[in-house]
């Protein structure tokens, strides 16, 4: 079945430590989407890509980085930098039509806390 | 930038009463409208999603929505609630670059 796989699950990182966030999906979508999910604060948007080696920056990229050299893969580095990094990062994925209602595709989400 | 309110963070309705969970979007946006739901530790499942064929479009789990262009709403409901359906659920719109925005959702929580 075609569909979006995170990992790990959970995640754990020590102080001044990078940790790099997996997503893989298999639904031939161009484009996917990192967001970070806090209690009571919905989904923001850090990263999105709409193409092989292009992404923007989403709300909140600050302490984020990410690459996209394959179309079936969007990984996401949390940085030292980011001194707030506990919570729950979900990955998504869309086609690129743009006046059509096609939706996004979620992952199984990780929970990344602070050692 | 588009926007998404979802009133009411948190919706408590007994088992077998009605739920209706309130989205209203802003007006410059074209009609891609979804509603997902989250369950706990896990990503969201979308439940529908706005087509132009009807204004009440029905979803999974005996969900339902219905789009009021005059209003710029677009509330989910469901006539007898289940304790299966206890999770947090998002409103979303789609703008034409492609880009999602999500309201800040609703826990709905069923009492027996």
């Not at chain 1, 806090?38 to 980085?65: C, H």
Request: charged letters at 20%; a positive charge; proline letters at 4%.
């Amino acid at each position: 079945d075609g569909g979006i796989t995170q990992s790990p699950k959970y995640l754990f990182r020590k102080e001044g430590q990078n940790v790099t966030l997996s997503c893989e999906q298999n639904l031939n979508h161009d484009a996917m989407y990192w967001y970070r999910q806090d209690p009571g604060q919905g989904l923001r948007l850090i990263y999105y890509s709409q193409i092989v080696n292009d992404f923007q920056k989403g709300d909140i990229a600050e302490g984020y980085s990410v690459s996209r050299e394959k179309k079936e893969s969007f990984p996401l580095t949390v940085t030292s930098a980011q001194k707030n990094p506990t919570a729950f990062y979900l990955c998504a994925s869309s086609s690129t039509g743009t006046r059509d209602n096609q939706p996004q595709h979620f992952g199984d989400g990780t929970r990344l806390s602070i050692l | 930038a588009q926007s998404v309110t979802q009133l009411g963070s948190h919706v408590s309705v007994s088992e077998g009463a009605l739920v209706l969970l309130r989205c209203n979007y802003s007006s410059s946006v074209p009609p891609y409208l979804f509603w997902y739901v989250q369950y706990p530790n896990q990503g969201l499942q979308l439940l529908l999603k706005y087509t132009s064929a009807a204004t009440l479009v029905k979803g999974i789990n005996g969900f339902e929505a219905e789009f009021k262009k005059s209003e710029t709403s677009f509330h989910l409901t469901k006539p007898s609630a289940h304790m299966s359906d206890a999770a947090e659920y998002f409103c979303a719109v789609k703008d034409n670059f492609n880009k999602f925005y999500f309201g800040s959702g609703t826990k709905l929580n069923v009492k027996p």
